[in-house]
Structures are given as structure tokens and as C-alpha cells.
């Protein structure tokens, strides 16, 4: 199977819903122009990420929120999946998430919320606490993660393990650590046979959080396919081909010689 896929990088003004869809609409049809059936947004790409005072206010509802109603509306429009992050509600009063999410025309397939949370993320969502099952969609099996979890080698193997072969991260990635943005999104691609969207932020959120950019699309060999730049806007279309996941494999067998006997043994001592 292959698809063409679209990193959205977009700079994002804060807590103004109404400009960042409007530019994530332009962006996303100009992504459709260029032939993308999955269009990816980064992390909280409505709202912009530092809005620690504003956070409960702009958090929203999955499915019935605006954001995630706009995602299925542009599904619908261009017949594509869309994938992105938001600030979501909880079933408790002022309690929230930093959900990952990807719609069809359909509907929500499925949502992902962080576990791992960086630095003060603590102080502002509730980190979740599951790892689950891959989105189908044909002969692709989406994994998602969000942003310092890229960094998190455990988790994304257990979600090829559960067998994904895509896993995107729609992220907030600071500049200062890009050299682990771009050791990471490769070593997470070559040591699962996987291909790795990275979607990251662009810009400056209230001259305190400074985004890296650098978007990217690897292949399941460790090869970049496409980057953006630190500070634009950028639309990234690459086609994936989901034979080349079995190809790496081959290649290089770690998933085969994994002794998961041991593996899970070790775990239950810790």
C-alpha cells in the first residue's frame, strides 16, 4: 500500500482558535493540491502550546468539540484522514489531556492521550495511562505519540509490537534540543521498520517557549525523506509505501531476534 502524506509545520497565535484553523485550512488544502490523503497537524495546533492560564477554557470536547468537528469536516470535503493534537475534556471538571487524534470521514478513529509529560506539563494535563491499539486504515497501522515521547523507545516498540508500522508524533519540540529531535525520529524508524512522521511546531509562544521546527518524514531504514526548516510554515508531502516497512525488516531483524520472552521477564522485576 502506499499513501501520500502531508507534516503540517505552522507557526500558531495564542489561544486563537479562529486564525489557527483558518491557517491549518489553508495549509491543509494546499497539502490536498499536492496529492496528500493524510494530512498531520502538531501539537496543539488550534490553541498554540503555551497557554498554561488557558488551558481548561480552550479545552475541548472528542468528538463534539470544534476542532475535532473541523477535522472531520475536512475529511469529509477531500475524502483524506486527518490526524492532530488537542487540549481535550474529561468526564472531571477541570481536568484535561493533551490528546492525539485521527478522523475519516466517519468519525474519530481513534485517540491517543500523552503519557510521558515534559518538565510542568504535570501542573496542566492529566497524563494518560494506556498504549493503544494501532488505527487500521487498509494496509496502514497508525501509531501515535506526542512530542518528549519521542524519546520513549519503550512505548513505540510496544505499539509495533501491537503492529503499527506508521507512528507520527505531532509535536511542540523546542529549538534548543534539536539534536534530539533528529537522533530520535531516526532511531525510532530504523529499530522498528517503521515510517516516522514528526510534526512539529514552528515560532514563538509568548517570547518563552521557542519551537524547533524541522518536521520530517523517515523511512523505515532510518532515511529522511523530507524536512522543514526551523522557523516557516511548511507543507511536506512525501509517498509512504507500507512494503518497505517489511523490507527493513528483512534488512535489519530486530523485531525478529527479540528475545520478548526475556524482554517481558526483566520488565516484571523492575
Known sequence: ????????????????????????????????????????????FNTAY?????????????????????????????????????????PNKGIITDTALTVNENGVMGTYDKVHLWDNEELRFQNGCK???????????????????????????????????????????????????????????????IYVIAVNRAGVDDNTVFLGGHSRIVAPNGEVLCEAGRD?????????DIDKCTEARRTVPYLRDLNKALVKSEWEKI
Open 1 to 44: 500500500m502506499k499513501i501520500k502524506v502531508a507534516a503540517i509545520q505552522m507557526n500558531c497565535e495564542l489561544a486563537n482558535v479562529d486564525a489557527n484553523l483558518a491557517k491549518a485550512e489553508a495549509l491543509l488544502k494546499e497539502a490536498v493540491e499536492k496529492g496528500a490523503k493524510w494530512v498531520i497537524f502538531p501539537e496543539l
Open 50 to 90: 503555551w497557554i498554561p492560564k488557558q488551558d481548561v477554557e480552550l479545552a475541548e470536547d472528542i468528538p463534539d468539540g470544534r476542532t475535532t468537528q473541523w477535522m472531520i469536516e475536512q475529511a469529509k470535503k477531500y475524502q483524506i484522514l486527518v490526524s492532530g493534537c488537542i487540549l481535550a475534556t474529561t
Open 131 to 193: 498504549v493503544p491499539a494501532p488505527i487500521n486504515y487498509g494496509d496502514l497501522h497508525i501509531g501515535m505519540q506526542i512530542c518528549y515521547e519521542i524519546g520513549f523507545p519503550d512505548i513505540s516498540r510496544l505499539m509495533v509490537l501491537k503492529g503499527a508500522n506508521v507512528i507520527i508524533y505531532p509535536a511542540a519540540f523546542g529549538r534548543a534540543r534539536y539534536y534530539v529531535w533528529d537522533i530520535q525520529s531516526k532511531a525510532r524508524a530504523l529499530e522498528n521498520g
Open 232 to 240: 516557516e510554515d511548511a507543507v511536506l508531502v512525501a509517498e509512504i
